[in-house]
Structures are given as structure tokens and as C-alpha cells.
């Protein structure tokens, strides 16, 4: 007996099943599977940018205004008749833009040619290195064996109109998406409210789900009023750096700037560019084009770094690595709609991840819930 006792101590029984391997392949398989959903998520929203990118821009435009339509609607105003008047409103915004902006600019955009021919005369003041680069570029074309640059040709007048043709109905399409988006939104939203809610099953996750649309419409309406009365600032500003060096039509560069402004870093960058673009047009020297475009670089840097912050940021801080990565990704997969919906998409995410978890939002310190979610 002791014997055997002895045996057993000598030759200890191993598990039959290693738990620490069993929990590695579980977390192993979940996240395997967490991952192709994400990819397949991702090429689905990708694919379907024609519906979705519209649909998203006229959800977040109805968010805005939604609290404008519930103070018209305690008034005593149907609900199908404020989604109109806020509709109409959307409408006669985006005619505003595009007749003072967009059509003024079109006559710019016509004298590209005048652009590059002067950048090409700035380019003789550097001939010497301009001469050893071509010498550089003609030893590679001819290391790789590629074909001579081949004589100017004639441009034909309708292959700048043809393409803008075939691009015609996806743009209505897209309008109509975006206005019906706008409109059935804003008048059915409280129906889709109470829709949402009738899944929750307890008492407690139909107060967070409510919280979280009252915080959305909330945050979205007061940050981009917010930004709008800055921009309308910041317009002016820049029109009247235009006006000051002798542009053209400076409202024009003003409510441009206005405009790109909504969209970080890369709107103010694009305004930079489409500034010193037009000043090599309009100035004989290029040190004016110069000074007026750091005229507007530096309005931005005072606007993004001093007004913004104080204004915006006591009530809504964003993580700025976060906005950009935001806006990289929203840009990647939707292009100029995404970066307009980048800002958007990060404050929702913030409001719910505020309310799912509210314990580790408020531990992690004021960088992430400076304030009450009611007040974004």
C-alpha cells in the first residue's frame, strides 16, 4: 500500500486539458471572427457609399435642426409641416452656397491653364536646378525605357463637359436621397425614437437609449451652431484679408473659407492652396500671393488655437489624433461627403460610449467627459 502511495506521489496525474491554451484559442477564435465582421462592415459601407453617404449627410443635417422643429412643433405646428419648413431651409442654404460660391469659383476654375503657365514662368528663376532635375527625369525615362513626351495637342472643349454629363445623375440621385433623408427624418423622429425604445427591455436601458438621442440631437444642434457662428467670424475675417490685398469678389474667398472650414485640417489647407493659386493669377508678384496666403494661415492658426478651444472646448473637447483619424478613415472610404461626416461620427460615438459605460468614461479624467451629457 505504501508502495503504490509512493508510485503515485513519484508520477503526479497530468491534466487532460490545458485551460490557459483552451482560454487563448476562445479569445483567439471571438477575435478572429470580431475581425471579419469589421472587414466585411468596412467594405460593405464602402460599397454602398452611393445610398449611404447621402443618408448620413441628411441624418446629421436633420440632427441639427431637430431642435429648432421641436420648438416649432410645442408651438402648436404639425410635425409633417416643421420637417418642410426646416427642409426648405436646408434647400435654400445649399442655393445660397452654390450661387455665391460655387458658380463665382467655376470662372477660376476655367483659368487653370493661366495657373500652371505661371508657376511654369516662377520655375525659370531656378533654371539650373530645373535643368539638372530634367536631366535626371530624361536618364530614367530612358533607363526604363519610356516613350518620348509627346507634342501638345489641341484640347477638345467637350471632354471637360462630358464627364460632368455622365456624373449628372448620380448627383441628382444623390440630392433627392439626401433632401427625402432630411425631410422624412426630421418629421418621423420620434416614431423611430419610440421604435428603438420598444426593444429595451428594462426600465433602465430605455432611460440610457433615450438619453442617448436626446444627447445626440442635443450635441450635434449646439456644436455645429456653435461652429457656424465661428466660421461666419472666420469668413469675414479671410474676406476681408482679400479685400484688403485687392482680390476679386473677396466674399467669395470669405464664405469659401467659411465652408472648407467644417472640414479639419484638410479644409484650411485646400483654402491655402486655392488662395495662393488665385493670388499668382491676380498679383504680379509672387511675394504678394505669398503674404496673403500667410495672412489667411495665420487667421487659422488664431482661430483653431485660441477661439475654438474657448469657445467649443469647454463644453466639447475631441482628442485631436482621434479627429484626424476619423477624418483619414471617413475620407478613405466616402471621400469629400466622409470628411464632412468625420466630426459627426465621433461626437455620436462619444455620446454612446458616454452612456454604456459611464463609470470608465468618468475615471479616465476630463479629457473624454468634461461635462454633463446633456450639454455637449
Not at 213 to 240: P, Q
Amino acid at each position: 500500500m505504501l508502495e503504490q502511495t509512493r508510485h503515485k506521489s513519484a508520477f503526479p496525474e497530468m491534466p487532460a486539458r490545458d485551460s490557459r491554451a483552451a482560454l487563448l484559442m476562445s479569445f483567439a477564435g471571438r477575435a478572429s471572427v470580431i475581425g471579419l465582421f469589421i472587414i466585411v462592415l468596412i467594405a460593405a459601407l464602402k460599397s454602398a457609399y452611393f445610398v449611404l453617404a447621402p443618408i448620413s449627410l441628411g441624418v446629421t443635417a436633420a440632427l441639427v435642426l431637430g431642435p429648432v422643429a421641436t420648438r416649432l412643433e410645442r408651438t402648436g405646428l404639425p410635425s409633417a409641416l416643421s420637417a418642410g419648413l426646416m427642409t426648405l431651409l436646408v434647400l435654400i442654404g445649399i442655393g445660397a452656397f452654390i450661387s455665391g460660391i460655387v458658380l463665382p469659383i467655376n470662372d477660376w476654375i476655367d483659368r487653370s491653364p493661366d495657373i500652371w503657365q505661371r508657376l511654369e514662368r516662377l520655375s525659370w528663376a531656378f533654371q539650373a536646378q530645373w535643368r539638372e532635375i530634367e536631366s535626371a527625369a530624361e536618364d530614367i525615362s530612358q533607363a526604363i525605357g519610356a516613350n518620348s513626351p509627346s507634342e501638345s495637342q489641341s484640347i477638345d472643349p467637350l471632354s471637360s463637359i462630358l464627364p460632368a454629363l455622365k456624373l449628372a445623375p448620380a448627383i441628382v440621385g444623390q440630392f433627392v436621397i439626401f433632401v427625402g433623408t432630411v425631410y422624412f427624418f426630421i418629421a418621423t423622429r420620434h416614431q423611430i425614437r419610440n421604435f428603438i425604445l420598444s426593444f429595451c427591455l428594462s426600465r433602465r436601458a430605455r432611460w440610457r437609449v433615450a438619453r442617448i438621442f436626446r444627447d445626440i440631437e442635443g450635441g450635434m444642434a449646439h456644436y455645429f451652431g456653435t461652429i457656424a457662428a465661428i466660421n461666419v467670424v472666420f469668413g469675414l475675417a479671410v474676406g476681408l484679408l482679400a479685400w484688403s490685398f485687392g482680390m476679386p469678389t473677396p466674399y467669395v474667398w470669405g464664405g469659401l473659407a467659411a465652408g472648407l472650414n467644417f472640414v479639419p485640417y484638410i479644409g484650411p489647407a485646400l483654402m491655402a492652396a486655392i488662395l495662393f493659386s488665385v493670388g499668382l493669377l491676380v498679383f504680379d508678384a509672387i511675394q504678394t500671393a505669398a503674404l496673403l496666403t500667410a495672412g489667411f494661415v495665420l487667421i487659422n492658426l488664431m482661430e483653431g488655437q485660441f477661439v475654438t478651444p474657448s469657445v467649443v472646448g469647454r463644453t466639447l473637447l475631441l482628442n485631436p489624433f482621434l479627429v484626424f483619424c476619423t477624418l483619414t478613415f471617413c475620407l478613405w472610404m466616402w471621400g469629400a461627403p466622409g470628411a464632412f461626416l468625420a466630426v459627426p461620427f465621433l461626437l455620436s460615438g462619444k455620446v454612446v460610449l458616454y452612456h454604456l459605460r459611464p463609470g470608465q468614461v468618468r475615471g479616465r479624467g476630463r479629457e473624454l467627459a468634461p461635462h454633463r451629457p446633456a450639454k455637449l
